[in-house]
């Protein structure tokens, strides 16, 4: 499993969600100018990554399927 290329691409693609939601509950955690400035940019970021990662999710299930 881990030698295959799309599950790893899988794997980081839900890695940098995970950063990205991380740090913006770090952001609202913490508050101040930085989560003034940068919470509703990094909130947007972490959409368009969890939407890339869930294609990636139903591709590879898609093509280890028989698809």
Sequence with gaps: MFDDP???????????????????????????EFNKKHANRIMRYRIY???????????YVWLRRGG
């Design 49 to 59: 990554a969890q939407a890339v990662a869930i294609a990636l999710i139903l591709l």
């Design 6 to 32: 799309l599950f790893l691409l899988v794997v980081v693609a839900v890695a940098i969600v995970a950063i990205i939601l991380l740090t913006g509950i770090g952001g609202f955690a913490k508050g101040g």
